[in-house]
């Protein structure tokens, strides 16, 4: 595009959504960036782990306790009032971000494998039995792994993963023929942790729903990275985890449908979850706050609200594009390492690189990358039946943010350089 | 700032690539596993008793640069020594590596004193003792190491 015509376009379409990242400008919100770790500038490439926090989420935590602490649901005075407003409005802003039909249908957790649990625990135990099946597939994070494991030895139920391919793609078909009456219900990450795959979900919820059964999906990778709309995937359920998108650590969301959420039986026992209580009975309360036992995360809610508003006020689509090239210029400037393999390399990816070099182990790689203030990721990634199905024992894993840059990715090039310095 | 040759230095690296007593042992009479599911670093150690002294040793199995020096020089300082003078220099290993070691400690561990630059790396600790509680295990009798929170 010419500047004229570019300009043209942000005239009749003035959509924030079209113009490139000022990533300089991203990286003065984020503190932490801004130091050296080693005597060099911290690369920050563990996203997938945990992201950074923008001053935003920080300041709001602290104006939280500052000015309006209180429990929230209780007290008739202004402080609780007011807390409780502010969690409810930080309810409000997810239901927005997902794009869910009523706030109702967002409960609080402590993150992506609490939501999964609780599902097994409530849904799961109601609806599955002996001879039944939980379908999952082979690139799901322990977290979407465990939690059914418990359930199926519970009930006697089966456990059954649909394959992927060398290249880390879903084998959609085999997903397909594995879906049988026994099936109760199907859980699937959105992105994969270790590989970056962007997993089908309309698809697999369209097939998984013309056998009626129900889909969990995990997102703890996809929501910081994709846009998610929960009413166009139809899904059933919908994970993810505060950290990993920018905001405060222990909290985390579980999304379901109404109709789903309603006819649960409540996961853990307490104070806010009840309506009415009396030593031979007690009733509940509605929903989410059924779901919701004790004393919340208060903080938590509000800082996550926060990050979200960060994510929307720079938009999905912006930060995907971005991340997107950063995935791309990464991979054409790692892929010509002599003795350097790419793990995951399906067509529909996410800002994850997961690779192997030589004979080097990644536990090496990492301490090397370390003292030149790189942070990646090594190891099994939480998805040992992934290693197993690529046969290595661990990757290395460089997963790219927002506030990531080119030069970042230069970094990390020099860096597998040195390491084959070290080994040589 | 630590040096990577500190941590790296030539003979791990040597050792790491060509590992000595790398093999399964069809004498033994001993053997366990060790297993760090942090990294998915994993060995076998197996060991031919002959009473109390290690008449034969040698490992297997897949692991980082440093666990599996170690693992290689580990098998080599043994062979031929009694289970408690094993014990001994494994003290004295964990000492070194976690940076705890009296300044005489180098010298009575010999070749394994290239292991000091561990202590720089707290995150690598588990690496180099890896072999050596599966050592302690296959000792024991105890198909599996358990490795301690703490190293
Ligand atoms: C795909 C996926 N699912 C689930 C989780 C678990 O998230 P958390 O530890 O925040 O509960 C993670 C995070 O590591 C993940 O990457």
Not at chain 1, 6 to 16: A, F, I, T
Not at chain 1, 106 to 124: H, S
């Amino acid at each position: 595009m010419t500047t004229a015509a570019r300009k043209l376009g942000s005239e009749s379409c003035p959509s924030p959504d079209t113009e490139p990242l000022d990533v300089e400008k991203i990286r003065a919100d984020f503190p932490i960036l801004h130091q050296q770790i080693h005597g060099k500038p911290l690369v920050y490439l563990d996203n997938a782990a945990t992201s950074q926090k923008p001053r935003a989420v920080i300041e709001a935590i602290t104006r939280y306790y500052e000015s309006s602490n209180a429990n929230i649901h209780r007290g008739v005075h202004f402080l609780s009032e007011h807390a409780t407003e502010e969690h409810e409005e930080a309810r409000r802003t997810v239901q927005r971000f997902l794009n869910a039909r009523s706030a109702n249908e967002i409960v609080f957790v402590r993150g992506t494998t609490e939501a999964i649990n609780l599902v097994t625990q409530t849904y799961g135990r109601a609806h599955v039995g002996a001879g039944d099946e939980v379908l999952i597939t082979g690139m799901e994070h322990h977290s979407d792994i465990v939690p059914w494991q418990l359930l199926c030895n519970e009930k006697g139920a089966k456990l059954r993963a649909a394959p992927i391919d060398d290249n880390g793609a879903l084998l959609l078909e085999e997903f397909a023929r594995l879906l049988n009456p026994r099936t109760k219900i199907v859980a699937v990450t959105h992105v994969s942790n270790a590989l970056g795959t962007i997993n089908p979900v309309r698809k697999i919820v369209e097939l998984a729903h013309q056998h009626g059964v129900p889909v969990l999906v995990d997102g703890a990778q996809a929501v910081p990275h994709i846009r998610v709309d929960v009413q166009a995937l139809d899904c059933d359920f919908y994970a993810f985890s505060g950290h990993k998108i920018y905001g405060p650590t222990g909290i985390g969301v579980l999304y379901g449908k109404a109709s789903h959420l309603n006819a649960m039986p409540p996961y853990q026992g307490g104070g806010d979850m009840i309506a009415s209580v009396t030593f031979e009975k007690s009733t509940y309360n509605k929903v989410p706050y059924k779901f919701e036992a004790g004393t919340p995360d208060i903080a938590g809610a509000i800082g996550l609200g926060a990050a979200l508003r960060y994510v929307e006020s720079i938009g999905l689509d912006r930060i995907a594009a971005h991340e997107h090239d950063l995935l791309e210029y990464a991979t054409q400037a790692i892929s010509p390492i002599p003795g350097l393999r790419i793990v995951g390399t399906a067509k529909e990816k996410a800002g994850v690189l997961s690779f192997v070099f030589d004979t080097v182990h990644p536990h090496d790689i990492g301490t090397i990358l370390d003292q030149e203030g790189i942070a990646i990721r090594t190891g099994h990634h939480c998805s040992q039946p992934v290693m197993q199905r690529f046969d290595i024992p661990a990757t290395a894993r460089a997963s790219f943010a927002l506030y990531n840059t080119r030069e970042e990715v230069d970094a990390l090039v020099r860096g597998i350089e040195k390491v084959r310095e070290v080994f040589a | 700032m630590s040096d990577l040759r500190d941590l790296y230095q030539e003979q791990i690296l040597e050792h790491s690539k060509a590992p000595r007593n790398f093999r399964e042992l069809g004498t033994a009479n001993h053997q366990a596993e060790g297993n760090n599911p942090l990294c998915g670093d994993r060995f076998t150690v197996y060991l031919q008793m002959d009473g109390d002294a290690i008449r034969d040793i040698s490992f297997q199995g897949a692991g980082c640069a440093i666990s599996k020096a170690s693992a290689s020089m580990m098998t080599q300082a043994l062979k031929g020594k009694t289970r408690a003078e094993a014990e001994q220099i494994f003290e004295r290993f964990h000492k070194l590596v976690t940076g705890k070691g009296a300044n005489g400690e180098e010298e009575e561990l010999g070749k394994l004193a290239v292991f000091s630059g561990v202590s720089e790396y707290p995150a690598r600790v588990k690496c180099a003792t890896l072999a050596w509680h599966t050592l302690e295990a296959a000792f024991e009798g105890q198909p599996e190491a358990v490795l301690p929170d703490e190293d």
